[in-house]
């Protein structure tokens, strides 16, 4: 591996969701061996870590988020072994590999939670009016009359981090995983774990408290004693070499709360998802970006970019099409900080909208009819019936055909084939990855932003063509550019001076 302790303050890191990534023993469902046999692929695609979504010990009922046994992989994503070969072979190809960590709750099959110790969790003898994020009250009545504190499924009991055991538990936990190698921890629900003293009521509310999330503070969120926890991780992290990182999934207030959780004593850094959910227009993607570099100042490091993940609809199908998508990765990737990408989004795959209901497996969608399911469909691998699977978990469309990774391998035009160039170009060119951005004076609709040295960025999120007058000769293109220099609708452009 690179000897680069700050290697994420500009990495390119791809999610593998591992049920959906790549299937080695033709059951259907996505193994770690899948992952395995594909790092090639990856490291071609030009990317600089991969991030696996949970693989642990699960009963499923949260795809994963719902995990039973923290130290082992469960049976459908193969053993121990496979991960450490996993994690071999990538270290090999120099691929850095981020775990999930799931430490506001576990599931309801944890033998803690088997053997009724109830101290671990959260129990008390009557409800308040916390609700779930996935809807409904977010307490389930047991046998003897106790309710327990669930924010999310009734499978995912939420666990107690007022108890030293707890905190003890998931200290070991990290030195397991650190132990076997990994680089880092993308923190599931990190504003979590910490509940407000007496558990008070949220109150009256217009609609659900999940619509509060990122906006205003609720009791069992980001509440100030969770930074005691992460001052007690870093340590351990920074015990070890090769730069071992954190990065926190925080839905938070403001800027100033988000800042909180990132410093020399705390995690590394923190996904800003307002980026992710910006409209595709000039005003709302700078005003996105502003305001993330600023919060970036404030933390003292670089910003985390996203576009789409396994929580979120598909940004071709959020932005309004293919075009779209690929020029709106073009702007990500150019921009200072750090990207990380969902597996399939290289192959432009859209959001499948039409699962049947009895297929989904998502526990939102018997609470609240909204589903996660359609952005975690398997990738299409080859251009044959089945795109590469045998009975796949959840049914590809037959229109991936088209889109499999076989499929655009040898076009030059492919999506896949625009992300290698625009991951080559990111790792070869001085002025992409950290650094700074200049706004330059641009029409209306269109972002124009100079990154030193000698590069510029030209999106067009605009109705016509623009010829933003910048000179220069063209590195890269989302999409055709007809002679005279005119920048067409839904286009970027990475400009050389």
């Known amino acids: 591996m690179p000897d680069n302790d700050d290697w994420w303050r500009d990495a390119v890191v791809y999610q593998v969701y591992p049920r959906s990534f790549a299937d080695a023993?033709?059951?259907?469902?996505?193994?770690?061996?899948?992952?395995?046999?594909?790092?090639?692929?990856?490291?071609?695609?030009?990317?600089?870590?991969?991030?696996?979504?949970?693989?642990?010990?699960?009963?499923?009922?949260?795809?994963?988020?719902?995990?039973?046994?923290?130290?082992?992989?469960d049976p459908m994503f193969g053993t121990l072994a496979d991960f450490d070969a996993l994690i071999g072979d990538a270290h090999e190809l120099g691929l850095r590999v981020v775990v999930d960590l799931v430490p506001n709750h576990s599931s309801d099959r944890h033998p803690w939670f088997r053997a009724g110790l109830r101290d671990r969790y959260i129990f008390r003898d009557a409800p308040n009016d916390w609700e779930s994020i996935f809807g409904g009250p977010a307490w389930t009545q047991v046998d003897d009359g106790q309710w327990y504190l669930h924010l999310f499924a009734p499978q995912q009991p939420d666990l107690n981090w007022e108890n030293p055991e707890v905190r003890a538990e998931f200290r070991d936990i990290l030195r397991f995983w650190l132990d076997r190698g990994v680089d880092g921890f993308r923190v599931d629900v990190a504003h979590g774990m910490i509940k407000a003293e007496g558990l008070p009521d949220v109150g009256p509310k217009e609609g659900r408290q999940a619509e509060m999330l990122g906006d205003e503070r609720v009791p069992y969120f980001d509440q100030d004693g969770v930074h005691d926890i992460y001052r007690e991780w870093r340590p351990?992290?920074?015990?070890?070499?090769?730069?071992?990182?954190?990065?926190?999934?925080?839905?938070?207030?403001?800027?100033?709360?988000?800042?909180?959780?990132?410093?020399?004593?705390?995690?590394?850094?923190?996904?800003?998802?307002?980026?992710?959910?910006?409209?595709?227009?000039?005003?709302?993607?700078?005003?996105?970006?502003?305001?993330?570099?600023?919060?970036?100042?404030?933390?003292?490091?670089?910003?985390?970019?996203?576009?789409?993940?396994?929580?979120?609809?598909?940004?071709?199908?959020?932005?309004?099409?293919?075009?779209?998508?690929?020029?709106?990765?073009?702007?990500?990737?150019?921009?200072?900080?750090?990207?990380?990408?969902?597996?399939?989004?290289?192959?432009?795959?859209?959001?499948?909208?039409?699962?049947?209901?009895?297929?989904?497996?998502?526990?939102?969608?018997?609470?609240?009819?909204?589903?996660?399911d359609g952005c975690r469909v398997p990738l299409p691998w080859t251009a044959g019936p089945g795109c590469g699977w045998r009975d796949p978990w959840l049914p590809i469309p037959a229109e991936w055909t088209a889109l499999s990774a076989e499929a655009q391998e040898d076009d030059p035009a492919s999506t896949l084939n625009l992300y290698r160039a625009a991951l080559r170009l990111r790792r070869e060119h001085p002025a992409l990855g950290g650094g700074t951005l200049t706004w330059l004076d641009s029409p209306r609709d269109v972002l124009a932003i100079r990154r030193e040295p000698g590069l510029t960025v030209v999106l067009n999120t605009g109705e016509e063509p623009v010829d933003p007058g910048l000179g220069g000769r063209v590195l890269l293109a989302s999409g055709p550019l007809p002679a005279g220099g005119a920048i067409p609708p839904d286009t970027a452009v990475w400009l050389q001076h």
């Open 25 to 73: 023993n033709g059951d259907g469902v996505g193994d770690l061996e899948g992952v395995r046999l594909r790092l090639g692929y990856l490291k071609r695609l030009g990317v600089d870590a991969i991030w696996l979504s949970p693989f642990y010990t699960s009963p499923m009922a949260d795809g994963g988020y719902d995990v039973a046994d923290y130290r082992d992989v």
């Open 236 to 372: 351990i992290l920074d015990s070890y070499p090769g730069g071992r990182m954190a990065v926190a999934e925080a839905w938070v207030s403001s800027p100033e709360r988000l800042a909180r959780y990132i410093g020399p004593d705390e995690l590394h850094q923190a996904f800003n998802f307002e980026f992710m959910m910006a409209d595709f227009h000039a005003k709302s993607f700078r005003t996105v970006i502003e305001k993330s570099l600023a919060e970036a100042e404030l933390v003292g490091a670089p910003t985390t970019w996203v576009l789409s993940n396994h929580d979120k609809p598909r940004h071709v199908t959020r932005h309004g099409g293919l075009a779209r998508a690929r020029a709106a990765t073009l702007l990500m990737l150019a921009l200072p900080g750090s990207a990380y990408l969902y597996n399939g989004e290289e192959l432009g795959l859209p959001e499948v909208l039409d699962l049947p209901d009895e297929l989904r497996q998502d526990p939102a969608f018997r609470r609240t009819g909204e589903s996660r």
